[in-house]
């Protein structure tokens, strides 16, 4: 008896190595200090009626975004490790089996658990404040998206102390990925984390979509859109399509795992390349799923601090439609060496290149926006204007590998690793960042210390190039992905090391971003007229931060830079004098999706570990919860005028 | 673009549900048409096979537009966009997936 | 009168039926358009799936052993035909006749029920008579998958009609039920539309190979 418990304990805790004991007793302390301080700050009612049952687009957008940071800092820390082990030839920090799952839970954070949700926050934030909406399409569904992330994340980090990480690579190839190679937890993890985490994206895909079709202020015509609005609906219409052959994918994957199928197996007739076939109909689509948004935010920041309309609008959204249809269609160009047919891989090729067009396109739309503008090097536009040239590297050896005969040479080294985070850090992780300085007065009232935010791009952008630009010429030499470690004699050992030195660089230069950010919450400037940057959109046309209505007065819009429009307008003194104000209709905080995110949690657990008397009770919770909300109709309030009046008046927005 | 297109619906909701029962009629006669073609043998595979995907697809429009109402509503050109763009990607997934991996089959 | 969170211009509206008559339920139907749209995708995996592992049989039973033409016309002819009655509850639902649009809508439940006993007395008969599960071949994973998830879609329908039913019953028929009772509507036909393509892509290509 005795025996049989310790062996359980010994496997359901990961044990062996004294990181991951210092890695539980942090998650303990942490865990135990955070009820402390809400027990003994009586926040907890403050918890549930403030954040856990908001459905306000605003709070949980910085929900997203605080999860979001929290997460990049895993991912980031995992990075730091797999440098640390490559720096010199033959170390032995951390052993091949660590070094996988290092690398699968890095990729598959950074992707799923980091850069969505960041994207995913901010577009909550910016969205409906740039239409000219009171909040989104589906106010409940946004809450239930947040959480189903939420769920997932922390199921996925669970992975770290109990049971063990997966280790097959953020892209789980099969027949690896499957239960006869890799037996244990871990790749239950992933297919389980992924796919709950999943749903709410696909949740948010839809409910963007319809917001900024359905929702926009008068006036506001498709094509009077700002530029990240635009880009929003096109990456939701990518969600909506790309993101049921995940569900799809990962839940073969689970059957084959849990119920013995062989849709994936060697056996039985099931085809391991079919999975790596349906991972990237969807991972290809998932590239622009978090590039569009950060081209959106570039163009209205590099508008706003250029001091000029957009160039070539209506190209930059007719760009953005083609990538839309095109996405579809490249996905082969991941598996160019699985051995593909002669016309499927030419197929491929092309409509790789082809993809290129639209995107070249945009580069040069911002290129000619800067041109004779008045460029202020405030700190989102420093991120902006670095993001051309680093981009673009990303976006050329992009092109280099997109021929199916030269992807031969490339495939899997260094090189590929170099071009995708060329794109992936220098599009997606610069965007976010500028995203995060540009709206954070909205978000908090307040401003991000100028000069600290400015040594922080600098440090990582530098540090970006010292470490991703010798890559691509590792990458030449030979050395491939995913080696734990290498021999000296071959040459890789000082790029190696070059490359680790600036790893650290970015890690540093995170942590300013994080200080500026700890700092700024106690020194911060005030931002007391709501439009700290002079912009040209409507989320600066409010009160910072926002009012929980977003706008007293839905405004009226006639031009594309509706905002710059207004103040032209007032300035020349035609402003029309306010309405009086009316009672607002608002929805109601429910506390059905973090409950039900929570059963999802406990299903998806379950299903981790063969559980099904755990599992089951979950999905039963899961389906109450849903059907609970079938039958809730009273599910909305009205703000009354003198609340909203009362409000304005704070805001300093009624003389 | 088109925007805040406004489709007239018909008012016909009096008498007897042609529509429906015309819709049902037509089901029935498209499913026993692609059965007898398919089980009687009548053609070569390929042609019997391409019969009767566009059979379906004639009887997946007949319920889209008889049943669906897919031209409702304030803006029906979003949904009539949505549906498109979800047949195009279907087609993405399904014919590029049998392109790809035809060898094995 | 309240201002709304939305700001569509309400005149758009005047001519379309109840469903459309406030902004959530024309929000609603667009969002549900939407899923379904997914959905197209989701089965459209599915069925690439099982086009692709339909040969790989491993050694265990083939199409051709397996698949009798009776059962499966049986659930062909059961499903089309709730289709129909689920489209005259629309119809009753725009004349505005409550007790029409609950007949209907029940009889549609109990052609689901019909249905799913039928599929679930096919893969019944496949796993006892023959032997043929889940884990005997990837053409039987990609069959019970694609089967069982369009399966799943009609249970769960039915749970959903039976819900919508309840709140039929106790409020009337009101902006919000007649959207939902609508939306049911479209997923009811939409899962028609992914069984007419089942039958032709697994049954009837089945016994023409």
């Not at chain 1, 951390?94 to 290092?102: D, I, K, P, R, T």
């Not at chain 1, 402003?575 to 949690?601: C, Y």
């Not at chain 1, 809730?632 to 609340?643: A, G, N, T």
Request: aromatic share 16%.
């Amino acid at each position: 008896m005795m025996d049989s418990i310790t062996n359980f304990l010994s496997h359901f805790f990961v044990t062996g190595d004294p990181m991951i004991y210092g890695a539980d007793a942090s998650i303990a302390l942490v865990s135990v200090a955070v009820l402390a301080v809400l027990t003994y700050f009586k926040k907890w009612k403050w918890l549930w009626n403030e954040w856990l049952t908001t459905v306000d687009h605003k709070k949980i957008g910085i929900m997203y975004i605080i999860a979001a940071l929290l997460m990049f800092f895993r991912g980031g820390v995992d990075a730091l490790m797999m440098r640390t082990q490559l720096a010199m030839p033959g170390l032995s920090f951390l052993n091949a089996e660590h070094y996988n799952q290092v690398f699968t839970t890095h990729g598959t954070i950074m992707i799923i658990f980091a850069a969505m949700p960041f994207i995913f926050g901010l577009m909550n934030i910016a969205v409906p404040l740039q239409i000219g909406a009171r909040d989104v399409a589906f106010p409940f569904l946004n809450a239930v998206s947040f959480w189903l992330f939420f769920a997932g994340a922390m199921l996925f980090n669970l992975s770290f102390v109990i049971g063990g990480s997966p280790d097959a690579g953020w892209s789980s190839y099969a027949p690896f990925a499957g239960i006869e190679l890799n037996p244990g937890v871990g790749q239950n993890y992933y297919v389980l984390a992924v796919q709950i985490s999943g749903i709410g994206s696909l949740a948010t895909g839809i409910n963007f979509l319809v917001t900024i079709l359905k929702m926009r202020a008068p006036g506001m015509k498709l094509f009077k859109m700002p530029m990240f609005s635009w880009s929003i609906l096109i990456t939701s219409v990518i969600i909506i399509f790309a993101f049921p052959a995940f569900t799809v994918a990962l839940a073969l994957m689970t059957i084959d795992r849990l119920f013995g199928a062989h849709f994936f197996t060697i056996a039985a007739g099931g085809s391991p390349m079919l999975w790596a076939n349906l991972f990237w109909f969807w991972g290809h689509p998932e590239v622009y799923i978090v590039l569009l948004p950060v081209f959106g935010i570039f163009s209205d920041v590099i508008a706003t601090f250029a001091h000029k309309t957009l160039f070539g609008y209506a190209v930059m959204v007719w760009s953005m439609i083609a990538i839309s249809f095109l996405s579809f269609i490249t996905w082969l160009h991941h598996f160019f060496t699985m051995g593909n047919t002669a016309p499927v891989n030419a197929f491929f090729s092309i409509s790789t290149m082809l993809i290129a067009i639209p995107t070249g396109v945009k580069i040069f739309n911002w290129l000619f926006t800067l041109n004779k503008g008045r460029i202020e090097f405030t700190t989102p536009m420093l991120w902006a204007l670095a993001f051309i040239p680093n981009f673009t590297i990303g976006g050329v050896t992009g092109v280099m590998l997109a021929m199916a005969p030269a992807d031969y040479q490339y495939h899997n080294s260094y090189f590929l690793v170099a071009h995708f985070h060329s794109t992936l850090i220098a599009g997606t992780v610069f965007g976010i960042f500028c995203g995060l300085h540009y709206w954070w007065p909205k978000m908090f009232g307040y401003l991000l210390d100028e000069k600290k935010g400015k040594w922080a791009f600098w440090v990582f952008m530098i540090s970006f190039n010292i470490c991703f630009m010798p890559m691509y010429f590792l990458g030449l030499m030979g050395m491939t992905r995913r080696m734990y470690t290498y021999p000296a004699g071959l040459g890789w050992g000082p790029i190696n090391f070059i490359m680790t030195i600036g790893a650290f660089g970015m890690g540093i230069g995170f942590a300013i971003m994080a200080y500026n950010i700890v700092w700024s919450a106690i020194h911060g400037k005030k931002d007391t007229t709501g439009d700290p940057w002079d912009g040209r959109t409507l989320e600066w046309s409010i009160a910072s931060p926002a009012p929980e209505y977003n706008f007293a007065h839905i405004p009226t819009v006639s031009t594309r830079d509706a905002f710059e429009t207004m103040k032209e307008e007032k300035r020349a003194g035609r402003a029309k004098p306010p309405a009086p104000f009316k009672p607002i209709h608002m929805p109601n905080n429910s506390g059905i999706p973090v409950i039900m995110s929570a059963f999802m949690f406990v299903a998806g657990f379950g299903f981790v570990f063969w559980w099904f008397w755990m599992a089951i009770p979950g999905v039963i919770g899961v389906i109450a919860c849903l059907i609970a909300r079938s039958f809730v109709y009273d599910d909305f309030h009205h703000i009354p005028v003198d609340e909203i009046e009362r409000t304005e008046r704070a805001a300093g927005r009624l003389s | 673009m088109q925007e805040n297109e406004n489709q007239p619906v018909s008012r016909d909701h009096a008498g007897f549900p042609w529509k429906q029962v015309i819709g049902l009629l037509l089901s029935l006669v498209l499913t026993f048409l692609a059965l007898w073609i398919a089980v009687g043998h009548l053609l070569p595979v390929q042609p019997t096979i391409a019969i009767i995907v566009a059979l379906a697809i004639f009887q997946a429009f007949i319920q889209l537009f008889m049943f669906m109402h897919v031209t409702e509503g304030t803006e029906p050109v979003h949904q009539l966009i949505g549906i498109l763009f979800g047949i195009y990607v279907a087609f993405a997934v399904v014919g590029g997936t049998i392109w790809i991996l035809y060898y094995q089959m | 009168m309240a201002e709304s969170t939305l700001s569509l211009d309400a005149k758009n509206r005047k001519n379309l039926p109840l469903e459309y008559s406030t902004e959530e339920g024309d929000l609603r139907i667009v969002g549900f358009w939407m899923f379904l749209a997914a959905e197209l995708v989701l089965f459209g995996t599915l069925f690439g799936t099982y086009l692709v592992l339909k040969s790989h049989t491993g050694g265990g039973p083939t199409a051709q052993d397996l698949f009798k033409i009776g059962p499966v016309m049986a659930e062909t002819l059961v499903l089309l035909v709730s289709s129909f009655t689920c489209g005259l509850s629309t119809l009753e639902l725009r004349r505005h006749n409550k007790k029409g649009l609950i007949t209907w809508l029940a009889v549609t439940i109990i052609l689901g029920l019909v249905f799913v006993g039928l599929e679930a007395n096919e893969f019944y008969t496949y796993v006892t008579h023959e032997g043929a599960t889940l884990q005997t071949s990837a053409f039987l994973s990609g069959f019970f998958i694609l089967l069982g998830t369009h399966g799943c879609h009609v249970s769960l329908g039915i749970v959903w009609i039976a819900g919508i039913l309840i709140q039929l019953a106790r409020r009337g028929i009101t902006p919000v039920t007649a959207r939902k009772a609508f939306i049911v509507g479209l997923y009811w036909h939409f899962l028609d539309v992914v069984w007419i393509f089942i039958f032709t892509a697994v049954y009837l290509t089945g016994w023409v190979m």
